[in-house]
């Protein structure tokens, strides 16, 4: 008997299944479903809306299936009926949501998390953040699919981390390390409001993404995504900072982004990036970004490091390109990136900063050993 053990609404007409379920599971029932042969029992319902008792019709489309054995997650739903009422909460936006349904069956997921709901905070841990901080929230009303998405909130008057941060382990069951020889993509959208692309909370710049080994997201085996002093583009660099992933030109200059525009990337110096091809970020959009890491041999030059970003509705452009990356673990040969950090934590602010209140979102969250297809919509 295989375990399914995603959270799961389930009424109506179970498509994934082929079979009718005709009444509404409640959070501590289970029922055995056959689906390719298999057999899976439900064991927990995310949600008992009280919306969804009289809906005599209704469909349900797994995004993926987490079976005891295999390392393949989901965390998403995406319920759609001819009998709910559209205006509820729980009614999305169905090319979007496709999208996102296409790319977490792609092979190779692990992980597929689309923040639609509050208890989707829980997949994860909450970091909080300093005085006065704001706890991340699930936001109902931005997203880029389905019903919600992480929300931050830095507010004047805070530290650092003034916002928190969201912390998933890759795997809560069994251990899944990428170290050495074991590559690792991951993808998702993020969205910025003006204030926080704007507003300078300190000389050090905010966060986007940290990668790393548990519990140390400031150590030898990390790669960070950061707004490195406001320059307004995407960075990178391992080592808690102390090698940054950019190439020296030799004249004082640097490729602070390096893949040249010909083969569709973006190459961003260091000096005058104002006349240089740059990828930067844009407000009040949901822009797209895309990591490969492949960890080689420790200690030499032959670590591979891959990011590319994407403005909404557009392809693919990479900004980071490193095949001769020296990484070093943590303790041991065995060390390998077991966890995410979304975090806009925001380096040397200072409590008495005087700033308006800015917002960014993480949506469509999607972790594989296997290259992730780009979002369509």
Avoid at 2 to 26: M, S
Avoid at 42 to 66: E, G, K, W, Y
Avoid at 83 to 93: C, F, G, H, N
Avoid at 345 to 360: D, I, L, M, R
Wanted: aromatic share 12%; net charge neutral; hydrophobic share 35%.
């Amino acid at each position: 008997m295989k375990l399914l053990r995603d959270y799961l609404i389930i009424c109506g007409l179970l498509l994934n299944a082929g079979i009718v379920i005709t009444y509404l599971i409640d959070r501590t029932s289970s029922i055995s479903i056959i689906h390719n042969g298999l057999t899976y029992v439900v064991q927990q319902v995310l949600i008992d809306h009280p919306s969804l008792r009289n809906i005599s019709r209704a469909t349900m489309d797994l995004l993926s299936l987490s079976v005891e054995g295999d390392s393949r997650v989901s965390h998403m739903e995406k319920l759609a009926s001819s009998d709910m009422d559209r205006s509820s909460e729980l009614s999305i936006s169905t090319a979007s949501a496709d999208d996102f349904l296409r790319r977490c069956r792609a092979p190779g997921v692990v992980r597929c998390i689309g923040f639609d709901q509050q208890s989707y905070l829980l997949l994860g841990q909450i970091i909080a953040g300093g005085p006065k901080s704001i706890a991340p929230s699930i936001d109902k009303n931005v997203f880029a699919s389905g019903s919600g998405a992480l929300h931050f909130t830095m507010p004047p008057g805070t530290g650092a981390n003034g916002a928190g941060g969201w912390l998933l382990r890759i795997s809560d069951s069994s251990p899944i390390k990428f170290g050495t020889g074991k590559p690792l993509f991951v993808q998702f959208r993020q969205r910025f409001d003006n204030n926080f692309l704007k507003s300078r909370f300190s000389q050090g710049g905010w966060k986007q993404v940290i990668f790393f080994q548990y519990p140390s997201s400031c150590a030898a085996l990390e790669i960070t995504t950061v707004n490195m002093y406001w320059r307004g583009f995407p960075q990178m660099y391992t080592h808690c900072g102390a090698k940054p992933l950019q190439r020296s030109l030799g004249n004082g200059d640097y490729l602070l982004q390096q893949s040249p525009p010909d083969s569709g990337g973006y190459e961003c110096h260091y000096q005058h990036p104002e006349n240089s091809h740059c990828g930067w970020y844009r407000p009040d959009q949901w822009m797209t970004f895309y990591y490969e890491i492949r960890i080689g041999d420790w200690g030499k030059p032959n670590s591979i490091i891959r990011a590319w970003m994407a403005y909404e509705g557009e392809p693919l452009w990479q900004f980071i390109d490193y095949t001769d990356h020296v990484m070093t673990y943590n303790t041991n040969p065995g060390d390998g990136i077991d966890s995410i950090l979304l975090t806009p934590y925001s380096t040397g602010k200072k409590p008495e900063t005087n700033h308006p209140v800015a917002h960014t979102w993480y949506d469509e969250l999607i972790v594989s050993e296997q290259p992730i297809p780009a979002p369509t919509k």
